[in-house]
């Protein structure tokens, strides 16, 4: 069955650039009928939608983050990957990769998920 | 401050039923489907309820979702212990053509 797995590495400077990538294995990126985002989880808080993109080359991010989040797919890899520039400590958290589900503008569904890496920014 | 409002904690005994409210406006669960995810203590959230009411396969009947308007509610019946969890609804915003979560909810199984 289809599964993802984040990696990266687990600690950033302020003001450097968090790279993500998810390996999916099971199945592949290369299908219209998909996007596969990340979503982030702050320490003892709840889940924030970062972005989404599709094979297609429709791409979505969160407003609040957009001027610094990249989200790009290596078909020949079949991996994503997040990029968010210029962080801060406000940027730790756990981060998830998933498969979004997305049809007809009404349905949005993250129904697979990987298991998250926590990323920390430090000096 | 999440555009989607859940109530932070509920609490019931085994075998009771809870319920567990997200409320959102026109702009997205008014317009849109809801999901609902649950977190165990330590794992990812986990895909529970889609398109309002559909349960994904493998998750028990016990636990079902409604919408009415712009909220849309979580129901679990025979509380077990292993369903202490934090839970999560989802949607998509139109406004903010962006997807969006609530701020998630404590069970606890008294």
């Known amino acids: 069955q289809l599964q993802l797995q984040e990696s990266g590495p687990g600690l950033v400077k302020p003001s450097e650039t968090l790279s993500l990538t998810c390996t999916v294995s099971?199945?592949?990126?290369?299908?219209?009928?998909?996007?596969w985002g990340w979503i982030r989880q702050p320490p003892g808080e709840g889940l924030e939608w970062i972005g989404s993109?599709?094979?297609?080359?429709?791409?979505y991010y969160n407003p609040s983050l957009k001027s610094r989040v990249t989200i790009t797919l290596d078909t020949s890899k079949n991996q994503f990957s997040l990029n968010l520039n210029s962080v801060t400590a406000a940027d730790t958290a756990v981060y998830y990769c998933a498969r979004h589900i997305r049809y007809q503008l009404l349905h949005d569904i993250f129904d697979i998920w990987g298991q998250g890496t926590m990323f920390i920014v430090s000096s | 401050q999440s555009v989607l409002t859940q109530p932070p904690s509920v609490s019931a005994a085994p075998g009771q039923k809870v319920t567990i409210s997200c409320s959102g406006s026109?702009?997205?669960?008014?317009?849109?489907?809801v999901s609902w995810y649950q977190q165990l203590p330590g794992t990812a959230p986990k895909l529970l309820i889609y398109?309002?009411?559909k349960r994904p396969s493998g998750i028990p009947d016990r636990f079902s979702g409604s919408k009415s308007g712009t909220s849309a509610t979580l129901g679990i019946t025979g509380l077990q212990t292993g369903d202490e969890a934090d839970y999560y609804c989802g949607t998509w915003d139109n406004s903010l053509s962006a997807g969006v979560f609530g701020g998630g909810t404590k069970l606890t199984v008294l």
């Open positions: 993109s599709s094979y297609s080359g429709s791409t």
């Open positions: 099971g199945g592949s990126i290369s299908s219209s009928d998909y996007y």
């Open positions: 398109d309002n009411n």
């Open positions: 026109s702009s997205n669960i008014g317009n849109n489907y």
